[in-house]
């Protein structure tokens, strides 16, 4: 698999093996990373579990940083194709369009509870020696996702004394802003927990959205 860096070479020799053996220990990788976290992880247990020696996985891999990675790449990019089977017909309202993707999120951590405990742990508690490669391939994501995020929408229902641009703008830091919040409350919490609080956190968000409807749109 050809990562963001274009580094795909160097995994060559586990790109080659046959998918049902490649999945197998990918699988259980993502079980270990997922249940815990970076540092935790034993690659002791993941040889065991995989019925392979650990120099074969240092062959494939160069070392956990390397494994990790490439485990991270495999679930940003099963995500992300299962975000755009998700996203067919997004609405052209753009709280509304914000309300489905965080849907859609909610629906991918229900179909890919380990996946999407992995990535929660890589967002939340950054391993420090990776923040630079992890940040790298976050910002590469928004880079691809934003532009979408904000295609084909209806500008008409905005105030015609309101600056759109501004108006999307400020929709857009108010969401960073959100996130930092939610980043620092979910700080060591597990992913299951979070998964518990969704109703809650889903009201919180229409609550922010129509506050900011009633600024921004005619006749609301």
Request: glycine share 4%.
């Amino acid at each position: 698999m050809l990562n963001k860096q274009g580094c795909g070479f160097l995994y060559e020799s586990f790109e080659n093996l046959p998918e049902e053996k490649k999945k197998k220990i990918i699988d259980i990788c993502i079980e270990e990373f997922a249940e815990k976290g970076y540092t935790n992880a034993s690659t002791n247990a993941i040889v065991k579990k995989a019925n392979i020696s650990k120099g074969i996985l240092f062959h494939y891999f160069k070392n956990k940083k390397s494994l990790y990675l490439y485990i991270m790449d495999y679930v940003i990019k099963s995500f992300m194709d299962k975000y755009r089977q998700y996203n067919i017909n997004p609405s052209d309202d753009i709280f509304d369009r914000l309300m489905q993707t965080g849907i859609i999120k909610l629906k991918m951590a229900y179909d890919e509870p380990l996946m999407y405990k992995l990535l929660f742990d890589i967002f939340i508690n950054t391993p420090d020696e990776l923040k630079e490669e992890i940040q790298n391939r976050f910002k590469n994501i928004y880079a691809e996702v934003l532009p979408t995020l904000y295609e084909g929408l209806d500008m008409s229902k905005f105030r015609k004394d309101v600056d759109v641009r501004k108006a999307v703008e400020i929709i857009s830091l108010f969401l960073d802003g959100l996130q930092k919040k939610y980043m620092a409350e979910f700080k060591g919490m597990d992913a299951d927990e979070v998964l518990r609080r969704v109703d809650k956190l889903t009201d919180e968000y229409r609550q922010y959205f129509e506050i900011l409807k009633k600024g921004m749109y005619e006749n609301e």
